[in-house]
């Protein structure tokens, strides 16, 4: 007798680690269970890639990692993306759900045991690239999944939710990193926090997280009227011819097209998620958390308009007119989003109008696209749809790996200011101060703000240091020489540094020549750390001035794979009249009628 219970407990600790399949399709409030269970999935899985975009000023300095080096890193890690989506792709034939709980766990343990330990660019390179390896592979399960419990009415519906998952993903990282920064110094902590979270999320999907048996899923489902027509079917099903030449049945021109469309459209979209933090501290001057602010707007709008759109697209039936729409309203904000550049003034609050704009032009056009990618892979062979869908990750992945190889031929200045950031930021300090700092007239007649005094001696500089000293002594003084004398006065090597720096650092700034033999003999021979930052002024200020025209240049090219995009959606499956696509519906429910009628018989 023993025997056999320890049999059953061994069938019953197999069933819950793999086996995972519903006999049976579910019923409606089982089916969002699952749905709503893969959503989490998928923003938690996307939450994590996303964290090092959150805090990338703070990252790259902290590993010496120049801006070039981590935008050949995403390279790296999209590739392998690219080539594990067809791992992805293997779930018709092993199925969907192990794949994305096991693949989340080790996202999960190498983002909350191994970053926050690694102490090495290459270290974060290898951790970053296994993340990458399994992103692609549930970029393609996690759809599969959407797709197999929900019929094709309410398809944009539950692509929209799937599409949660990046937009939701960036809007944890950027609202986490925004609330945190300023108390949790260290940004490793952001890496433990989504680590965490990751781990509860493991622990839900695989408790409760099931799938459909092949002979369901390899079915078409317009309807869920069609429950038992489909269950019915099911007992006939021949999976493995189904399931056949995988490739050779997916590898078709329309599903390439289309994918490569929606690729080339999102360009934008995968530099918001990764230099987008980036782009408002080099060419607005905001802090980490304030571009990380804006960021929580733009993902929060973009994730509502998924979902909307997704729905609209559902009542009406048709996917092409939300497409072509959606696709045109983003080349017009994105202009504007260019324009914004001419004015390095613009306000915190008209940046974020803009994306958000741009936020809900985008889910306008990608919750419709991917419902109909997925309609457009069922109408060829709806057993093969994670294949189908696997041609999409690869082809997503490998224009996302070359956009990330061209962007530093473009925005080649970014690396000169997020390497140089610190010293930039205390030559703002200094730039800031200058209307009340004391000159050959005597003491200045403005009084500096208390924040222009407390960067200063924030600094940690003895140059910058000493300036503030000596504009807080002339402010109680009224008297340059009393001023002096309170600093030190000419026996202070910093004082005579900052006489000599002074004409040297407007030099620079109007773009007239200073070699750094003429800084080394007039300043570095009193004040080194003065000497530096001339230095670094050389290099920054002639790439504060280039950087906004490149980060132009690169919207330009988004905004030609957005016009791409627009023309395609012409080639595209579907009906644009949403009164023929319902008459289509309408007559494949009377063949379904038929077919109950028969199976009632």
């Not at 709980?101 to 983002?111: K, P």
């Not at 324009?339 to 003034?345: E, G, M, S, V």
Request: aromatic fraction near 10%.
């Amino acid at each position: 007798m023993a025997r056999p219970a320890a049999t059953t407990g061994r069938t019953s600790l197999m069933d819950a680690l793999v086996k995972r399949q519903l006999p049976h399709y579910p019923r409606t409030g089982a089916r969002y269970g699952y749905l709503a269970i893969v959503v989490l999935t998928t923003v938690m899985l996307y939450y994590l890639y996303y964290v090092e975009g959150a805090v990338l000023p703070l990252l790259l300095p902290s590993y010496h990692m120049s801006f070039q080096y981590f935008l050949y890193l995403i390279v790296i890690s999209n590739a392998i993306g690219a080539f594990s989506a067809f791992i992805g792709g293997l779930s018709d034939a092993i199925g969907r759900a192990n794949l994305t709980i096991y693949g989340t766990l080790i996202v999960g343990l190498v983002q909350l045991a191994a970053i926050p330990n690694i102490h090495s660019k290459l270290g974060f390179a290898v951790a970053y690239c296994v993340i990458g390896f399994a992103e692609g592979v549930i970029l393609v399960s996690t759809p599969a999944l959407m797709r197999d419990f929900s019929p094709q009415v309410g398809r944009g519906t539950a692509m929209g939710s799937w599409a949660l998952g990046p937009t939701m993903g960036a809007l944890a990282a950027s609202l986490v990193a925004t609330h945190t920064l300023p108390h949790l110094t260290p940004w490793q902590d952001q890496f433990i926090i989504s680590g965490v979270a990751c781990m509860v999320v493991v622990v839900i999907s695989f408790a409760f997280l099931r799938e459909l048996s092949p002979q369901l899923r390899d079915q078409l489902m317009v309807s869920e009227r069609e429950r038992a027509l489909v269950e019915a079917r099911a007992m006939g099903i021949d999976v493995d011819r189904a399931i056949a030449h995988p490739l050779r049945s997916m590898l078709r021109l329309d599903l390439i097209t289309s994918a490569s469309a929606i690729s080339v459209f999102l360009l934008f979209y995968y530099a918001s998620v990764s230099v987008l933090t980036l782009y408002w501290v080099v060419v607005f001057n905001r802090s980490t958390p304030d571009a990380d602010g804006i960021n929580v707007w733009y993902s929060a709008v973009l994730s509502g308009a998924l979902i909307v759109f997704g729905i609209l697209s559902d009542r009406f039936a048709v996917r092409k007119p939300f497409m072509l729409v959606g696709s045109a309203a983003t080349i017009v904000m994105m202009i504007f989003l260019v324009l914004q550049i001419n004015d390095p003034h613009v306000g915190y609050y008209s940046n974020v109008l803009v994306v958000s704009l741009l936020a809900v032009t985008i889910g306008c056009a990608y919750s419709p696209w991917m419902a109909a990618y997925t309609e457009q892979v069922e109408s060829h062979n709806p057993a093969l749809s994670a294949t189908g869908l696997a041609v999409f990750g690869w082809i997503l992945r490998i224009v996302v790996a070359i956009s990330f190889l061209v962007l530093p031929q473009v925005v080649t200045t970014s690396t000169v200011l997020v390497d140089n950031q610190q010293a930039a930021g205390v030559l703002q300090s200094i730039q800031a101060a200058v209307p009340y700092a004391p000159g050959a007239a005597g003491c200045a007649t403005k009084t500096a703000p208390p924040a222009v005094l407390q960067d200063l001696a924030a600094s940690g500089e003895p140059g910058p240091k000493t300036l503030g000293e000596l504009i807080a002594a002339c402010q109680r003084t009224h008297n340059l020489g009393d001023a002096l004398h309170a600093v030190g006065g000419l026996t202070n090597p910093q004082v005579l540094g900052l006489l000599a720096y002074s004409p040297l650092a407007e030099a620079i700034a109007k773009g007239q020549p200073v070699s750094a033999a003429e800084i080394q003999s007039k300043v570095g021979v009193h004040s080194k750390n003065l000497a530096n930052l001339l230095l670094v002024e050389k290099k920054v200020v002639p790439a504060g001035q280039a950087s906004p025209g490149e980060w132009k240049r690169w919207w330009y090219v988004c905004i030609g794979g957005q016009a791409i995009f627009f023309l395609l959606v012409f080639a595209m499956r579907g009906r644009w009249s949403p009164r023929a696509a319902k008459a289509d519906l309408k007559e494949h429910e009377r063949l379904v009628t038929e077919e109950l009628a028969k199976l009632a018989a």
